[in-house]
Each structure stands twice: as C-alpha cells, then as structure tokens.
C-alpha cells in the first residue's frame, strides 16, 4: 500500500484507474460490520489473476464511490483474518498485516484489503473446499466462475513443476523422425565438436537428452513428453496433444488480417516436431532483417542484438507453451511487428517476467534441449535479452500480456516502430526545454507516447512500457501537474493527450465534424442522429482552424455509400438469420464489418441495424470486449456509452 496515500475519494479514483478494485459495504446485519459473504469470490478472481484491491466501507454507483464507513472496523478486520486462515473457506491465505489497512475518509473507516496474484503453487485459489464451481477469474470487471478444465488446468501447473518429463511408456522410436535427430546431432556435433555424446548412437544420445527414460517404477521405457514434441512425428504427437498445431504466417500489411504471403503449419510435407519448427521459422524470421551488420577484430558480426531477440521470442514461444491447451503456437511476421502466441497463460505475474528473476519454465527438458544447441538462455534472462534488441533500435517496448478468452494464450509484440520519433523529441525539447531532460525515462516515455498520437487511454499507456500500472498512474500525475500532458472524462473513460486538444464529444465541434465526415453514412436515412448537431445558431458547423477544402474532400458520395452500405447489409445477413449466434460469430462479423467500413465509423445503431441485434446487448456482450481487447477504437472516447458512439477498427489490427 505505499505507493498510495488514501486519504480521500480523489484518491480512491486514482486507484480505480490503476488496477483491480471492488468495493462492498460491509454493514453487517446489524449496521455496524461484518464481512460480506461475496467477497470473497472477489479475493479468489483477483487471486488467481493479476491482484487487485477490495475496499469495505464503500460504496459505487455508476462508477462514483460514497463512503459509508465501518462502525466496528476491528472486528471486521479480525474476521477476514479468520476467514482467510480457515481452509474451509479459502484454500490458501494471502494476506498479511501490511495488506489489510485501515483509512479514515471523511470522518468514516474503511478497510483496504490488498490481494495479491497467487504463486503457481497456489493456485488455483477456491472456496469452500472444492475447486470445482468454486473457483473465480477477474474479467470485464465482475468476478466469473472458471470452467472445470480450466481449474484441471491450473492444478497440473500447480503439481507438476516441470510439463514435459512424463515417459510415454506406449511410444516408440517409430514415432520420431530420424531425419530431424540426425538434423540436430549434426548442429550439436558443430557446437560440441570434442564432446563424447557425438561418439554415441541414437538410443544413448537420446537418454543423455533426456528425450528418452526409463520409468524405474515400473521399468519401462519410452521418449519423455519433451522428446516426442521435439524430434516426433506430428501424428503421433497429436495422439498425445490432440490440440497440438503450429502455425507460421508472414502477412504483407500492417493488419491483423487472415491473407498471408507465406505460410508454414501441419499439412503432411514435413515433420511438424518442434525443433524442425524452430529452425524454419527462425530462417523466415530474419530473412530481409534490415538490421547492419558490425564488425569485430575485423569479422563480420551476423548476430546482432535483433537477431538474439527473435532467437528468444521463438525459443520462449515453444518452451513456454501448454500443449494441452487449444490455441495454437503461433508465429506472425508482418512488415511492422513480429507476433508471437503461445497456449497458456504465464507461470510468474508479468511485471516479474519483464524484470527477469524468478524463472519458472513450463517445459524445463525441452528448453534444455534447445540450450544445448545455444538456442534459448538460461530460463529466467530470455524476456530480457528481447527487451534489450528492441532498445538497442529504439523501438517501441515489446507487449507481453495474456489474454483468458476463448483460451488460455500469452502474446508478445514486437513492434519495429520508433519509440522516439525526432520531430517529437524536437518539439518536446524547444517546448519544455529542461523540465524534459530532467523527467525519469519512463515519464519521458510516456510523454513521448502521448505526443506521438492523439489521445491514449491509461490502459493503452502501460503496453507502452514495462513499468507497473501504480507508476504509470504516478506518473502521469506528476506529469499533468507539470503542464506538459492534460487529459480528458473521467475514470476509465479518462484519456491523455497534448495540452490544449480538443477530443472529440457528441457535444462539441471536433466530434460534429467527425460525425458529419468520418461515419458511415446510411443512404437510407440521409439525415443520421440529429443530436449531434448544435442548436446554437452561433456555432459554426466546423472548427475554423479546419481548411475550408476538408468538407469538400470528405464530401460523401452518394453512390459510393449506397455500395457500401449494401455490402455491409450482405457481410451482416449471416448473423441477422441467426436467432442466437455464437460469441466467435458475432465479433468475426463485427471486425469483418468494420474492415469493410475502413477508416470510417460504425454507429451503434447502424451495428443493430445490420446484425438485427438489440443495441445493449452488442455494446455490453461484444464492443465492450473487442474494446477492451484493443481491437477497436471509439469516435468519442470519453464517452464510451453514448447512444450515437462510432467504432472504428485500429489501424494495426
């Protein structure tokens, strides 16, 4: 708690900005205080996600807080300690006395009650001495029951230390490929000319590996789960990973899009195991890196700090990935990022991760084997060998998140953009002059971000940068403070930009424009949401600061919008026949829809329009996700829930 001062409701929303928060009254049946029941589904989800803090004595509607206050704090204080001790209430306790305070706001007692992400040991955290149907997650800012695979899920992570050491008793050398061993004995032999595994034969060289064991149980023998993903037939490793896919694609546009140029995935011409993965995919990899080259005591240089990067990235994609999980592996290159997805979510809270420290493989005998081959680091320093070749080109701060839905993933970003773009840092340094030079690195790079867009959200903010959500949060207060960024809304509708910007409202004139220009027109109804124009005679229809060719050049044309708006009602017909489609469905149709739509916005009502769908439901059940997904921006994001909003697709989706 100390990186927070609570001490009054401006305070409190400062939190709700920065992290996890639910607040619950706590009254009690008699008035004075008890702890309620449902908090401690709230303890689980934030347990078992990324933390969070549950605040008693408050109170929130519509996202404005009202302190209520504990008449008799201690002996709630000294129930939730016996509550989290009692393993008949909640498997594991996570708390201590410096996370659970008391703080007086407005004369009242509250009881701030801090959870901490648990340990993968830990989890999953339960209730009531069953795991199964009493096992919560953190989404969409409710508490959600996990399904019962996921808790089998989190269970074997907590048992099983490392994934890959099982002996599979009932495999044998005829499910490995012997071309790809030979594959990669001949690259050890290289690396290793003088070692005496070189001198022994499969069966040995396989044991030493540890690819192949005998179970001195039982004392049988077979290739250990690590042997078969590495040197296995795809085949027989789908016998044992029924979801196993691995999948390479290189993409011609910045878009998150299914058109690919080259694409590498399990159709039958090559092994599909994962070393022979490694080592084709990393060619395509750095083909065409326009990276120089450096010379050494006058030798030339191949592996720059890029090259390592995206070493790393492919190794950690393959050794950190759940194989029994239902995503695939899967590698995206495209002109602007490298993408890298693997099946289930992180052993260790990403903020550690990013920092280094604390390893925790998944698949410990098969990272083994690629370090034998000097493919991958020792576990622990590979996330930081990729954040030091993305800082060596000044490139945006790669993005490592997990994502819980449909499954379990972990993503990481590598974006070859530039993090310090030289008209900015110019501007920057002839406006603020020394207060820039003077400000940490991680506020220089969010002033920075802020000044290189137009307005940006707090989440957006923290991909930016490996900092924690609380510092970000610090930061831009003192940086508001200064003068040199300003924000606009409120809460988590709240967004940071340059001083002296106006974002676009349905109230004022930057958001008039935008609706007359930038929105998809419906040729049916020529005169769309009159609200937004304003009935003050003396407002001008556009910013006179706007050249007067812009609504010329952004004239609609009528036969150009009829096209399109009869395309888009084609692409929406296939939800409108249906009755009740599916999740997957209905947000594939809505990107679709927005694809087509382009640059343009998409109103609410025109999204109910085509897809026969009840408004509500489609900003509460499918906007709000692919929003929250950054997927899709607002036309006015300060007022995200606004009858005439307009979504439009981001520009690097």
Not at 231 to 249: A, C, N, R, V
Not at 407 to 434: G, S
Not at 586 to 615: D, W
Request: charge should be negative.
């Amino acid at each position: 708690m100390s990186e927070f001062s609570l001490n009054s409701l401006d305070d409190i929303n400062l939190l709700r900005e920065s992290s996890e928060i639910e607040c619950k009254l706590a009254g009690g049946k008699d008035g004075k205080g008890a702890v309620p029941n449902d908090m401690w589904e709230s303890y689980s989800a934030f347990a078992n996600t990324d933390g969070g803090y549950i605040i008693l004595g408050l109170k929130e509607k519509q996202h404005r807080f009202s302190v209520v206050g504990i008449e008799n704090i201690e002996k709630v204080k000294a129930e939730v300690f016996n509550l989290a001790n009692n393993t008949n209430k909640v498997s594991v306790n996570l708390l201590n006395n410096s996370n659970v305070t008391e703080v007086e706001i407005n004369g009242k007692k509250l009881l701030v009650i801090y959870v901490s992400r648990a340990k993968r040991q830990e989890r999953p955290v339960y209730l009531n001495g069953n795991p199964m149907g009493n096992t919560f997650k953190r989404g969409n800012e409710s508490d959600q029951t996990i399904s019962g695979e996921q808790v089998k899920r989190m269970l074997a992570e907590q048992i099983e230390d490392s994934r890959d050491d099982e002996v599979l008793v009932h495999f044998s050398m005829a499910d490995l490929d012997l071309e790809t061993l030979r594959i990669y004995r001949q690259t050890y032999a290289n690396l290793n000319p003088n070692h005496p595994w070189n001198e022994l034969d499969n069966a040995s060289f396989l044991r030493m590996i540890a690819a192949w064991r005998i179970n001195r149980e039982t004392g049988q023998q077979g290739p250990t789960v690590a042997g078969l993903l590495m040197f296995g037939l795809h085949t027989s490793i789908q016998e044992k990973f029924p979801y196993y896919m691995l999948d390479y694609q290189e993409r011609p546009e910045a878009k998150k899009e299914l058109r690919w140029v080259d694409r590498l995935t399990l159709d039958g011409s090559w092994s599909g195991n994962l070393y022979d993965f490694s080592r084709k995919v990393y060619r395509k990899l750095i083909d065409d890196l326009k990276i120089p080259f450096k010379l050494r005591e006058g030798t030339r240089q191949e592996d720059t700090p890029v090259h390592i990067a995206l070493r790393e990235a492919l190794a950690n994609v393959i050794v950190h990935a759940d194989y029994s999980g239902r995503s695939s592996v899967l590698v995206v290159k495209r002109p602007d990022m490298f993408g890298f997805r693997n099946p289930g979510l992180m052993r260790v809270p990403i903020d550690i991760a990013l920092h280094g420290g604390e390893p925790d493989c998944r698949n410990r005998l098969l990272a083994q084997m690629f370090r034998y081959i000097k493919f991958g680091e020792q576990a622990g320093s590979g996330i930081r060998h990729i954040l030091d070749g993305w800082k060596s080109q000044h490139w945006k701060m790669p993005l490592l998140r997990e994502v819980l839905e449909p499954n379990e993933q972990t993503l990481l970003e590598l974006r070859m953009i530039d993090l310090y773009p030289e008209e900015v840092i110019q501007l920057l340094n002839e406006k603020f002059a020394d207060k820039f030079t003077q400000l940490s690195e991680l506020e220089r790079t969010i002033v920075i971000t802020v000044y290189s867009d137009l307005y940006l959200t707090h989440h957006q903010l923290c991909t930016q940068t490996a900092a924690h959500t609380r510092e970000v949060t610090l930061a831009l207060v003192k940086l508001s403070k200064m003068g040199i960024i300003d924000s606009s809304g409120e809460q988590r509708s709240k967004v940071y930009h340059r001083p002296n910007i106006e974002v676009p409202t349905p109230d004022n004139v930057a958001g008039q424009f935008l609706a007359e220009h930038e929105f998809v027109v419906n040729p049916e109804k020529p005169t769309e949401n009159p609200e937004l124009l304003s009935e003050d005679p003396e407002l001008p229809s556009e910013s006179p600061e706007l050249s007067p060719e812009s609504p010329e050049l952004h004239k609609e044309n009528p036969e150009l919008s009829d096209t399109l708006w009869h395309e888009l009602m084609r692409v929406g017909q296939a939800i409108r026949n249906q009755h009740r489609p599916k999740k997957e469905d209905m947000e594939t149709v809505i990107i679709q829809l927005l694809s087509i739509a382009s640059s343009q916005y998409i109103r609410l009502s025109q999204f109910a329009e085509l897809l026969g769908k009840n408004t509500d439901a489609l900003r509460k059940n499918h906007l709000n996700r692919l929003l929250k997904e950054d997927k899709i921006g607002l036309a006015f994001p300060t007022s995200p829930n606004h009858p005439a909003q307009g979504y439009k697709l981001k520009e690097d989706e």
